[in-house]
Each structure stands twice: as C-alpha cells, then as structure tokens.
C-alpha cells in the first residue's frame, strides 16, 4: 500500500519565478491538506482540500494556491517566489475533513529559492 | 504567546534512559492530541494520538494528556539509538481541520 508520494523531492527556484508541487495521498484517503516546514520549526499549515475545494486556509498569502483533482491528489503553487519560500513542503493525507488531525504526511519537497 | 510551545532542546540521553517531552499550549479548543516523530530530511511520522485527556501506552511509548493543565507529554521507556530523531507535539480541534505543532525537540540517543 503506497503511502504519501510527493514530486519532486528536490528543486532549486530563483527569486520571482513560479513553482508547482504534486502530492498523491493514501490510498483510501481523500483529504490533502499542505505544511510548511522552515528549517528548525515545528509544520506551518497552509491549507486543506477535501471534494475539490479549499476547505480550510492558514495564515499564508494569496501567493500560495492549491487545486485537488477528482482522484483526489494535489498540487501547491507558489508564485512570486521569495527568499523566505525556502521551505520543506509536506504533504498529508486523511480518510476525512474531520477534525481529529489524524494526519500521514509524505517525505516532503525541499524547495530552495536563490 | 504562542498557541503550542515546545523546548527545542537539544536533549541528548545515554541508551537505556528514559526521555520525557513535553508541550504546553493555550488553545482551550483542542481536543486532538498527537507526537509526531521526524528523522533528518523525512516526513513526520504519527507516533501517538489521544482524544482529551488520559494516558495511552503504546510499547516503550506512553502519551499523557492534562487538559486542566493544558500541558502534554511523551515517555519513552528503554530509548533506543534509533529513537534518535526530532519529536513534534501537534494538536487540533474546534471547528479547525489544521494541526498546530509545537517546534519540535531533537532527541539524540547514544550508544
């Protein structure tokens, strides 16, 4: 049974310039929700997706956007990139909207801006 | 203040010890409680989860929860070299889908 997958798991990106992170959940899960990880903090969340739609949004600029397909995987666009994007990027997978924040989370895209 | 607090640490214990992690929050609201295991460059790993307040024992792993408190905690029992790694507090409830972590605490276990 595959986990979390995410791509890619590394990628270089230059001030101003647009990036695209893909996300495959669980199998059986149909909720993805997005972290953002600063080195040495603890997962920051930036939203969450369920039946396609924005369900929940963190404390994170309009620069930062999402879209869920129908097999229920995702994609995190950041553009208008910043010095301060640089980030681990986690995906999480749920079996549902729920609140119980029972969350599994893939290895992560780091995302280095220069 | 800050919704979850957490010591970074680094803690640093011999094999065989017994760590104690803990995080304090202020968000009356949560109701979900987690530990979230993370190895260098990895993706967290859920260790435990507990619903309101209580204990949960899981192997070498026990999770305390004080609600009155506000205040949680991770045993580990007989830590192992490979128990080296960061270890997140997260939390939710209420009306919100999201996780709040705590920073995170670098544990190193030495053989």
Redesign the interface.
């Given at each position: 049974d595959a986990g979390?997958t995410q791509s890619p798991t590394h990628l270089i990106k230059t001030r101003g310039q647009q990036v695209t992170l893909r996300c495959s959940p669980k199998s059986g899960h149909d909720t993805v929700?997005w972290?953002q990880q600063a080195l040495?903090?603890?997962?920051?969340?930036i939203f969450?997706y369920y039946e396609e739609e924005e369900?929940?949004r963190?404390n994170f600029p309009d620069r930062f956007s999402g879209h869920q397909f129908p097999n229920y995987s995702s994609e995190l666009n950041v553009n208008a990139l910043l010095l301060g994007d640089s980030a681990l990027y986690?995906c999480a997978s749920s079996p549902s909207?729920?609140?119980?924040?029972?969350?599994?989370?893939?290895?992560?895209s780091?995302l280095t801006v220069l | 203040q800050k919704e979850?607090e957490?010591d970074?640490g680094p803690l640093s214990v011999p094999e065989g010890a017994i760590v104690s992690l803990n995080c304090t929050y202020s968000n009356s609201a949560f109701?979900?409680f987690?530990w979230?295991r993370q190895y260098s460059?990895?993706?967290?790993?859920?260790l435990m989860?507990t619903?309101s307040s209580g204990n949960k024992e899981d192997g070498r792993f026990t999770a305390q929860v004080d609600k009155s408190s506000k205040y949680i905690s991770l045993f580990i029992r007989d830590s192992q070299p490979s128990d080296s790694a960061t270890y997140?507090c997260?939390?939710?409830?209420?009306?919100?889908?999201?996780?709040?972590?705590?920073?995170?605490t670098l544990l190193t276990v030495n053989p």
């Open positions: 979390v929700s972290y040495g903090q603890g997962p920051q969340f969450q369900r929940q963190g986690l909207p729920g609140v119980t924040g029972e969350l599994f989370f893939g290895e992560g780091r | 979850v957490q970074p109701q979900y987690m979230y460059r990895k993706g967290p790993e859920l989860y619903y997140l997260a939390m939710s409830g209420g009306s919100n889908y999201k996780l709040t972590f705590g920073k995170g």
